[in-house]
């Protein structure tokens, strides 16, 4: 069955540095979405990416599909401590099958 | 305000007894969803609804049923089936669902979520 891998798990910064977080699925995707989910919280939307190489940026968050729209990745330049949560990636497997990545917690120390 | 909501934000049940967990928008979404999400993991799919009157199983449908009478409400019912129902429960819709996935339109809107703890 289709599968997904997000790396990685945790990731500790200082406030100010860089944060990356990859998501890898054994097949290739129709469009891939991300969500972030801060502590206590749900899910919020944060983009969807459709196109083989797409690139979007929202102020400090750059997004990537790969061209083979097999992976994807989520880049934070710069973290701030309101960074702080766990970021997901999600996709559809096919039919009635919605898939979410284990999500990437980041804490971020001031 | 145009939202989706949960209701009991906290809930505890005894086991043996079933419980239902609210879900309403207001957003006129046609699809929506239910989600269960266990500590340090994604989430994974119990139930998915793409119109009224009509849902689907998810990944992990046993020991839950749900309905779908009215566009707006997509209550859960927690069963005396479900073998570890302790987990947060989180509700979303959207505009377009998992039929037309790749024509996008399915931003999922998700509920402040329901905590469930069985004693």
């Known amino acids: 069955g289709q599968q997904v891998m997000q790396i990685p798990q945790y990731q500790h910064v200082q406030e100010g540095e860089d944060f990356t977080t990859y998501c890898n699925s054994s097949?290739?995707?129709?469009?891939i979405q991300w969500y972030k989910q801060r502590p206590g919280g749900h899910p919020v939307f944060l983009i969807q990416?459709?196109?083989?190489?797409e690139v979007k940026k929202q102020k400090r968050l750059t997004f990537q599909f790969g061209e083979a729209k097999k992976n994807s990745s989520l880049h934070i330049t710069a973290t701030q401590t309101t960074d702080v949560g766990t970021y997901f990636c999600?996709?559809?497997?096919?039919?009635?099958?919605?898939?979410f990545g284990a999500g990437t917690r980041l804490a971020v120390h001031p | 305000d145009g939202g989706i909501t949960q209701s009991p934000k906290y809930l505890f049940r005894k086991e043996g007894q079933n419980v239902t967990l609210s879900c309403e928008q207001n957003?006129?979404?046609?699809?929506m969803y239910w989600y269960r999400q266990d500590p340090g993991q994604g989430l994974r799919l119990i139930y998915y609804?793409?119109?009224?009157?009509?849902?689907q199983k998810g990944d992990i449908a046993e020991g839950y049923s749900v309905s779908r009478e009215k566009k707006e409400s997509f209550p859960l019912t927690v069963t005396s089936a479900q073998k570890n129902p302790t987990a947060f429960y989180l509700c979303?819709?959207?505009?377009?669902?998992?039929?037309?996935?790749?024509?996008?339109?399915?931003?999922?809107?998700f509920g402040p979520g329901t905590r469930l703890t069985v004693l």
């Open positions: 957003l006129n979404h046609d699809a």
């Open positions: 990416l459709v196109k083989s190489g």
């Open positions: 097949t290739t995707l129709s469009n």
């Open positions: 999600m996709f559809s497997g096919g039919y009635n099958k919605l898939i």
């Open positions: 979303a819709s959207s505009i377009g669902g998992l039929a037309g996935w790749s024509e996008g339109y399915n931003e999922q809107f």
């Open positions: 609804s793409q119109i009224v009157n009509d849902f």
